[in-house]
């Protein structure tokens, strides 16, 4: 069973960092590629950055390139999101999601979720 748990979410000052944690577990962890989701009160889902853990190869929605990064550690089965220069619109519930693919998928297509994080930044 496919099994994926965030973790490092929290309350933080603008122009603060977070580092996110998605543990993954029930699959093989090279085959599969990793998202980051959120979701803010009111909106829809978007998806903020995602990572090949075959490849490495990666990818950041316009809104956040530059500012966080994505990294995975094959050998501890987890992905990172690094969050840095964060601002009030960075507010979320932030979910990681995987996908049986080794090269980077449309945002549609991811089918495994974990339980979301909160991510809250003041101004």
């Known amino acids: 069973e496919v099994q994926l748990v965030e973790s490092g979410g929290g309350l933080v000052q603008a122009g603060g960092s977070l580092r996110l944690s998605c543990a993954g577990s029930?699959?093989?962890?090279?085959?599969?590629?990793i998202g980051w989701f959120r979701q803010a009160p009111g909106k829809e889902r978007e998806g903020v950055s995602c990572?090949?853990?075959?490849?490495?190869?990666?990818y950041y929605a316009d809104s956040v390139k530059g500012r966080f990064t994505i990294s995975s550690d094959n050998a501890k089965n987890t992905v990172y999101l690094q969050m840095n220069s964060l601002k009030p619109e960075d507010t979320a519930v932030y979910y990681c999601?995987?996908?049986?693919?080794?090269?980077?998928?449309?945002?549609?297509?991811?089918?495994?979720w974990g339980q979301g994080t909160q991510v809250t930044v003041s101004s």
């Open positions: 999601a995987a996908v049986a693919s080794v090269h980077l998928v449309p945002w549609a297509l991811y089918d495994y």
């Open positions: 990572i090949s853990n075959r490849d490495s190869s990666t």
């Open positions: 029930g699959f093989t962890f090279d085959d599969y590629v």
